[in-house]
């Protein structure tokens, strides 16, 4: 058995064949797009309606990276710190995120601090109710809240720059429970909040 490596002469036809297939495929695709029909300002108006965000797992999905925007890279206990923040994070959101991560992120009122746990946790605190876990029914509702505090991750995670896996724990409007711990990840509605499995 003879052990080829790149580059080696019985390969650079194959590869020059395989270059040649390329740029004529580059080619054409390039014509197309050229000729595909649209005026200028027409492009111009459907990349406008567009949203600005790079790949998704598929149309719709609350997953989103803003294209050329850089993240915020403080560490979470300077988010909590600096004054502004939250409100930075709520115009982010506002003007980028999807539908659930705009109506999660509305009920946000302030950083309630940070803590290091299992994972590092930034705290906020929100309007949402007060569930009385022990009540009957009370399920739905601490699901509801779950997956709210996922859209939450997720928007943030589209914000800053994780530099090490972490979470978000949302508060509710007494300040003693969590409405929702989820695992900051541009995936986290769909992971379930989870950290695992990255």
């Not at 989103?64 to 930075?88: D, F, N, S, Y």
């Not at 959101?93 to 999660?104: C, L, N, S, Y």
């Not at 950083?111 to 029914?137: C, F, H, L, N, Q």
């Amino acid at each position: 058995m003879e052990i080829k490596y790149v580059g080696s002469k019985s390969k650079n036809n194959e590869s020059a064949l395989g270059c040649g297939v390329f740029l004529v495929v580059a080619l054409i695709l390039g014509v197309a797009t050229q000729c595909g029909g649209q005026d200028s300002g027409s492009d111009t108006a459907s990349t406008a309606a567009k949203p600005s965000a790079t790949a998704s797992i598929k149309t719709g999905s609350p997953t989103h990276a803003v294209r050329g925007r850089k993240k915020v890279t403080m560490r979470l206990a300077e988010i909590v710190e600096t004054p502004g923040t939250l409100a930075q994070f709520k115009k982010f959101v506002a003007e980028h995120g999807t539908v659930e991560q705009k109506q999660a992120v509305k009920h946000l009122t302030k950083w309630r601090g940070y803590s290091r746990k299992v994972y590092p946790a930034i705290e906020v605190a929100s309007d949402y109710p007060t569930v009385d876990y022990e009540a009957v029914g009370a399920s739905d509702a601490v699901i509801a809240l779950e997956k709210q505090s996922q859209y939450i991750a997720e928007a943030f995670a589209a914000w800053w720059q994780t530099d090490e896996l972490s979470v978000i724990q949302v508060f509710d409007r007494g300040g003693k429970y969590t409405a929702g711990t989820s695992c900051i990840r541009t995936d986290s509605a769909k992971a379930d909040g989870s950290c695992l499995n990255l």
